[in-house]
């Protein structure tokens, strides 16, 4: 089936008597822990676009939390998909071998910046992915209890990751104690420091004195820090980039201190950010990195790529039985054909300084947009209460994102009251065209 369209087409409001019956069902069955931004439900996906069960098509600038990017059922993953399921299904990779793990890990080892020898652990998810690679830091590094990570990340649900994800409270509460050991640092967002009053790169300078100054010489020696876990831009915290002053000094700390470097690349990885990976902004070779996501556009997937050394322990120290089957690899090397043949990282980079030159002109209509930014197609907008104090106006990003879904236009929210920007990588600059449009319309109307 198609869906044929070249805008979004809403022929009845959200929700329709249809997905108003689903979501009846769904709510009296499904654990209300989930947040839902939208009453869609979803019938039909291809491409940009999402057919609802009432006939409704939407533009998807969300990509399921940015992971089709290489658009919904794109030809190749379905194909490759289909090939595998004639030939092979689950065998379980703890007790046999997979051939197909290795052909994608051969593949996606070498396309991890750093030149020396590495190794790939497969799980089913990100939070998974960040299970391995805590356990592998913590499991080399005896005597060394810490781990640092910085607020608001976020790095999953799970009780390992979950330490470390400091987006919201509610994510936290009532679960502690978590895996023990996690150290929080602020995170320099320039645009909103930690530290108020600061800026630019007093705020990067603040941050750092916090962390050598404090940190280390009060609270926990450097000595016992086994690693650290960063986002290179942080997703569900607001889609803020961390400053190139910051990452570079953070390396210089993992290699006086010694203690090894996690890249959570589970939002920014797979030519989302521009780049194949977001750290190659940075020039930083990760000691290890995280991913899931768009790795098999929307099937389980988690890999944790490590330098080789890390992933060298004992059998039984990590496993799993699902982690990459035949079917889910097979859909993440068409992903990677997919990113090579049709030059995502250079189109996401492209299009993502277009799209936000055209929405830093909405800036000049609606001064309540307080900030635009992001790289490549990774953009966060940040609407505020006044510019001058720049203080969050959650009501505003939320009714935003209401009105642009009635309009046919899926926008996620992220941090305080940024929204989150993430097409397919697949999209045209006339799709862009028409989502700032409809983002003018929405904010008009949420505002009024
Ligand atoms: C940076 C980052 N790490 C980890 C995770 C957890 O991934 P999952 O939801 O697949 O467990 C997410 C999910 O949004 C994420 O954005």
Redesign the pocket.
Do not use: M, N, P, Y
């Given at each position: 089936m198609t869906i044929n369209a070249s805008r979004p087409r809403i022929v009845i409001e959200p929700p329709g008597p249809k997905a108003r019956e689903w979501i009846e069902r769904d709510k009296k069955l499904l654990s209300t822990s989930l947040t839902r931004t939208a009453p869609l439900v979803p019938e039909e996906t291809e491409y940009i676009w999402i057919k609802d069960v009432d006939g409704n098509i939407y533009m998807d600038f969300g990509s399921g939390?940015?992971v089709v990017n290489v658009g919904h059922r794109h030809p190749k993953v379905v194909k490759a998909i289909k090939e595998v399921v004639d030939e092979l299904d689950h065998t379980n990779s703890c007790d046999f071998y997979n051939y197909l793990q290795v052909i994608y890990g051969e593949r996606l080892t070498r396309l991890v910046p750093g030149n020396f020898h590495k190794r790939i652990f497969y799980g089913n998810?990100?939070?998974?992915?960040?299970e391995c690679a805590l356990k592998a830091v913590r499991w080399h590094s005896p005597g060394k209890p810490y781990i640092i990570g910085f607020v608001p990340?976020?790095?999953?649900?799970?009780f390992g990751?979950v330490a470390f994800?400091t987006t919201k409270l509610t994510a936290r509460r009532r679960f502690f104690p978590f895996m023990g050991g996690a150290v929080h640092v602020p995170f320099p967002n320039t645009y909103r420091c930690p530290f108020k009053g600061l800026e630019g790169d007093d705020c990067v300078e603040a941050v750092l004195s916090y962390m050598e100054d404090f940190l280390f010489k009060h609270v926990v020696p450097p000595d016992e820090v086994a690693g650290l876990i960063i986002?290179p831009i942080?997703?569900?915290g607001g889609i803020v980039p961390a400053p190139e002053r910051f990452m570079r000094e953070l390396k210089r700390m993992s290699k006086d201190y010694g203690f090894y470097m996690i890249i959570?690349?589970?939002?920014?990885g797979f030519a989302r950010t521009g780049k194949m990976f977001a750290i190659e902004y940075y020039g930083i070779e990760p000691d290890v990195m995280?991913l899931?996501?768009a790795g098999a556009n929307g099937l389980p997937f988690?890999p944790c790529v490590a330098r080789a050394e890390l992933l060298e322990w004992d059998p039984d120290a990590h496993e799993n039985t699902l982690g990459a089957n035949p079917v889910v690899i097979s859909a993440a090397l068409a992903v990677l054909d997919v990113i090579e043949e049709e030059k995502l990282p250079e189109r996401a980079a492209e299009l993502g300084d277009y799209f936000m030159r055209r929405l830093r002109e909405l800036m000049d209509k609606h001064e309540e947009i307080g900030d635009v930014r992001g790289k490549g197609l990774m953009i966060g907008v940040e609407f505020v209460k006044d510019r001058e104090t720049k203080a969050p106006n959650k009501e505003l990003r939320n009714k935003v994102i209401e009105e642009a879904f009635k309009r046919g236009l899926i926008i996620l929210g992220s941090g305080t009251s940024a929204l989150r920007i993430q097409p397919p990588l697949v999209i045209k600059k006339g799709h862009i065209d028409i989502a700032v449009e409809i983002l003018d319309e929405a904010i008009k109307v949420a505002k009024s």
């Open positions: 939390i940015a998810s990100g939070t998974e992915s960040v990340g976020f790095h999953g649900r799970t990751s994800t986002e942080l997703g569900a959570d690349e589970v939002q920014t995280t899931a996501k988690g």
